[in-house]
């Protein structure tokens, strides 16, 4: 991620007053405008101090009687720190913490175009800080999701169900793991084009994920087929919850942007249920696999238990 410059927060409206100014005509220029610095320029306007507020307090304790005569000679700040409108904000930031200063005037070309302030360089950061873990974010969630879908993507599903198992094998809660195949689904990419096939996939995700617990994994295993992990208390929340879910699809009017007919999709679905028996999440899944499977060869439609088998 490109860091901002600092020509993208610099402060243009830069209050130039010369050498020769008096202090109290300072004063009342900074009051005026709401600034707490002008920048001391010569007579080509390059920068040769700055005269902050503090530097006011100080001369008026320091001088006293002679506050009127006092001009921006007496109390700039000099020799200056100058940055490049190209200069990156990090930077900034260092030339600041360096010098323990809280401005720094803007010099292009031996010309001043602009001030920086500690404030301005501060609040850049923190967003450009707060950008970077968006995008991080963004990222870590990409690594995880099926792009089309929404879903966890198969790699993120199998790390999960690792976790899953063992806490099963540790704690004894039993855990499911349901495996959902749509029905004849070449049928449509055949009948209504791969776009269409893909718009029922994205719906179909839409419905396992409102249909599903919470705390339960959803995800795109393959290219039609899905998965769901999750706790249970006993086989038939799984069944139960395989079967509502089968039910409202078959129920579901689906149609396309390219063809508004509307058509009916079904599914089909296997599950297994961990028990102290199954030596790895592998056998756990190709458990699930083959109770679909099994629900394939019955006439599809329909929920299966690998305890069937």
Not at 3 to 29: H, T
Not at 64 to 73: D, F, H, N
Not at 262 to 291: C, M
Request: with cysteine.
């Amino acid at each position: 991620m490109q860091i901002p410059k600092v020509e993208q927060i610099m402060f243009r409206d830069v209050l130039k007053v010369n050498r020769n100014e008096i202090a109290i005509k300072i004063c009342e220029a900074m009051d005026k405008h709401r600034l707490g610095a002008v920048v001391v320029v010569d007579k080509d306007d390059y920068p040769i101090g700055i005269v902050t507020e503090r530097d006011i307090i100080k001369a008026i304790i320091s001088y006293k009687e002679k506050t009127p005569y006092i001009t921006a000679g007496d109390i700039m700040s000099s020799p200056l720190v100058t940055l490049n409108p190209d200069d990156d904000i990090e930077f900034a930031f260092i030339q600041l913490s360096l010098n323990r200063i809280r401005r720094i005037p803007v010099v292009k070309d031996n010309k001043l175009v602009g001030i920086v302030s500690y404030r301005d360089i501060s609040n850049a950061l923190r967003k450009n800080l707060y950008k970077l873990q968006e995008k991080t974010e963004n990222l870590e969630i990409q690594v995880i999701t099926d792009p089309l879908t929404g879903l966890y993507n198969k790699r993120y599903v199998n790390e999960q169900i690792k976790i899953l198992f063992n806490l099963s094998k540790r704690t004894n809660q039993p855990m499911a793991v349901i495996m959902i195949d749509i029905d004849f689904f070449k049928n449509v990419n055949d009948t209504y084009g791969h776009l269409c096939g893909d718009e029922v996939l994205k719906k179909i995700a839409i419905i396992l994920k409102e249909k599903s617990r919470e705390i339960n994994i959803v995800g795109r295993y393959g290219g039609e087929e899905f998965i769901i992990l999750g706790p249970i208390s006993d086989y038939k929340s799984a069944y139960y919850s395989a079967e509502r879910i089968r039910s409202v699809i078959e129920n579901t009017l689906f149609s396309c942007e390219e063809n508004k007919k509307q058509f009916t999709i079904t599914i089909s679905a296997g599950i297994s249920i961990w028990n102290p028996k199954i030596n790895n999440y592998k056998e756990l899944i190709k458990q699930a696999d083959d109770a679909l499977y099994l629900a394939k060869r019955s006439g599809r439609n329909q929920v299966r238990m690998f305890n069937e088998l």
